[in-house]
């Protein structure tokens, strides 16, 4: 299975800063296949990017993703108070897909 | 908007068979376009990939539950479900359903809301 690590595990920021989010693979990953959630308590995981630098649909430009074959991240230009909330990156590309670990990113 | 919701027994006993069924609204669940997938999170750990369906039948499931899961489709009913045996305390954790964002796009667009399933006596 591919492992993917997510850095930091938490984030301690203030609005109106940038969030630089890293996720790291153990075997490449095509770039097409990666996608970002982010995930607020008691609620579902919703799709940020996919395909690594997509955004998905009502996603603000704020967001946007980097990266290919093993390094990829997550940047939030300028956080707002919606966006303190937990994010995970996931490889679809290679059977089974696979998921981060997860950063927080909290108030500071 | 597709929409989907989760429903089933929140108990469930130990080496017992845990059974989700996942309603879809909002679209049809007959199109062969999209997968339609089960994805876990236990209590304060991250997200499981359980494994996904098209609506022909073709399934793949996560190798590391494969021998106990299966997910099977009712297009009449618009509906999936997850059937997941001998669970053991270690199954304890919010199962969502999630559909393909995209036919071209197998990244999870779509989720339901979660249901908790608590294994125990």
């Known amino acids: 299975d591919i492992v993917l690590t997510q850095s930091p595990g938490t984030l301690s920021l203030s609005p109106g800063e940038r969030a630089t989010l890293s996720c790291r693979a153990s075997?490449?990953?095509?770039?097409?296949?990666l996608a970002w959630y982010q995930q607020k308590p008691g609620q579902a995981p919703r799709l940020l990017m996919y395909?690594?630098?997509s955004r998905a649909t009502g996603i603000p430009d704020r967001f946007s993703g980097s990266g290919s074959g093993t390094d990829f991240t997550l940047t939030i230009s300028r956080l707002e108070a919606e966006d303190f909330a937990m994010y995970y990156c996931?490889?679809?590309?290679?059977?089974?897909?696979?998921f981060g670990q997860g950063t927080k990113v909290e108030i500071k | 908007q597709v929409q989907l919701q989760e429903s089933g027994p929140g108990l469930v006993k130990p080496s017992q068979t845990l059974s989700l069924t996942c309603t879809v609204s909002?679209?049809?669940?007959?199109?062969?376009?999209?997968?339609w997938s089960w994805v876990r999170q236990p209590a304060g750990k991250g997200l499981e990939w359980i494994g996904r369906?098209?609506?022909?039948?073709?399934?793949n499931y996560n190798p590391s539950l494969e021998s106990r899961v299966t997910i099977s489709i009712d297009t009449s009913k618009n509906q999936f479900s997850l059937k997941l045996s001998s669970v053991t305390a270690a199954d304890t954790a919010v199962y969502y359903c999630?559909?393909?964002?995209?036919?071209?796009?197998?990244?999870?667009?779509?989720w339901g809301q979660g249901t908790l399933v608590t294994v125990s006596s």
């Open positions: 999630a559909r393909d964002r995209a036919y071209f796009d197998t990244s999870l667009g779509y």
């Open positions: 909002g679209g049809s669940i007959s199109s062969d376009d999209f997968y």
């Open positions: 369906i098209l609506p022909s039948g073709r399934t």
């Open positions: 075997q490449s990953v095509s770039s097409s296949f």
């Open positions: 395909g690594a630098y």
């Open positions: 996931q490889q679809y590309g290679i059977s089974p897909w696979t």
